[in-house]
């Protein structure tokens, strides 16, 4: 059974910075794409970073030059460094791979709050 537990999160001011990360168990990532997703109040889930299982970054504009997913295969896990956080970074911060199947269960996530 897969595993996600997402860790990292907190309460930071406008400009900071904060470093998330996401251990997966149950199934080995290294040949698997991986991703952030956040969900912010009253707003649907979005993808904002993926790393594939080659290293190759992706970035949704809005947080382009201040965010950087990494992963290491041999922990097993992923990690999204944010910089330069503003307050509508708010939200819960998930892990996943976009290639699981539904049947897959989401992490608890872990909440990010960015006050002005």
């Known amino acids: 059974q897969v595993q996600v537990v997402e860790s990292g999160g907190g309460l930071v001011q406008a400009g900071g910075s904060l470093s998330l990360s996401c251990v997966v168990s149950?199934?080995?990532?290294?040949?698997?794409?991986m991703g952030w997703y956040r969900q912010a109040p009253g707003k649907q889930r979005e993808l904002v970073a993926t790393i594939s299982s080659g290293g190759t970054t992706n970035y949704v504009d809005s947080v382009k030059g201040r965010f950087t997913i990494s992963r290491d295969n041999g922990k097993n896990a992923v990690y999204l460094q944010m910089n330069s956080l503003k307050s509508e970074d708010t939200a819960v911060y998930y892990c996943?791979?976009?290639?699981?199947?539904?049947?897959?269960?989401w992490g608890q996530g872990t909440q990010v709050t960015v006050s002005p």
């Open positions: 996943r791979s976009p290639g699981w199947s539904v049947s897959v269960d």
């Open positions: 149950g199934t080995p990532l290294r040949f698997r794409a």
